[in-house]
């Protein structure tokens, strides 16, 4: 995919921090902000994750929850590598080959309608409210598009996926505040632990927006 990158725009990488427990992004004025993933994990219903834990046991939950994180930081580093066109390695552990053959699974599905890559691993910034880090902006089908890639142990309900959304509406509006661009689409991609593929769009960006601010006002309000 090399021959896909365009330098459209000069991103800046930010700095994170933590702040009482929560991720902080330190924006280009020197002043940190929540980050996207702090917002939403603050103002999340957490009903379902926690009948779950109580379910399965803590300690089992733990288990699975850190093998997830692992899986899903590695399969971001090889589609990462893929996007900017470096050698990716299956690696020899189990996670690593898992999550190596996830990736493949998105590039083959996902990003063959990816025409354009502006960026991979972008960090964005809404001056004085949030800032975050997307997977990847580009043109997809057509479109200038934020895309970020998931991991799941199973097929995802599409009420199950309302806060990614949030993420690629909060990407899309800092994007276009600071660059002054118009992108109004964003796709997920995601693979489960059994090798199934799985894309979602933004089907009604102005409702997602509104849905973003309503959750930033909550945040702000309870943090305040």
Not at 27 to 44: A, R, Y
Not at 73 to 90: A, F
Not at 110 to 134: F, I, K, Q, R
């Amino acid at each position: 995919m090399t021959k896909l990158l365009v330098e459209k725009f000069q991103y800046k990488k930010l700095r994170r921090t933590t702040i009482d427990g929560k991720r902080h992004y330190v924006g280009e004025d020197g002043n940190p902000v929540p980050s996207v993933t702090t917002i939403l994990s603050h103002s999340k219903d957490m009903t379902g994750l926690n009948a779950w834990k109580k379910r399965v046991g803590a300690q089992e939950a733990q288990r699975i929850a850190t093998e997830s994180a692992n899986i899903g930081t590695v399969m971001h580093r090889s589609l990462e590598k893929h996007v900017k066109g470096e050698d990716r390695k299956p690696g020899s552990n189990l996670i690593q080959q898992k999550a190596h053959t996830m990736a493949n699974v998105i590039i083959d599905n996902g990003l063959n309608d990816v025409s354009e890559v502006w960026g991979s691993e972008v960090s964005l910034h809404y001056p004085e409210l949030y800032a975050g880090t997307t997977d990847l902006v580009g043109v997809y089908k057509g479109a200038p598009a934020i895309m970020d890639f998931k991991q799941s142990r199973r097929l995802k309900k599409k009420e199950w996926v309302e806060d990614y959304y949030l993420q690629l509406v909060a990407y899309s509006e800092a994007h276009n505040k600071l660059y002054d661009t118009q992108i109004n689409s964003g796709r997920i991609f995601i693979c489960t632990q059994n090798n199934e593929f799985q894309t979602f769009d933004i089907d009604n960006y102005d409702h997602w927006v509104g849905q973003w601010y309503a959750r930033l006002e909550q945040y702000y309000k309870s943090v305040l």
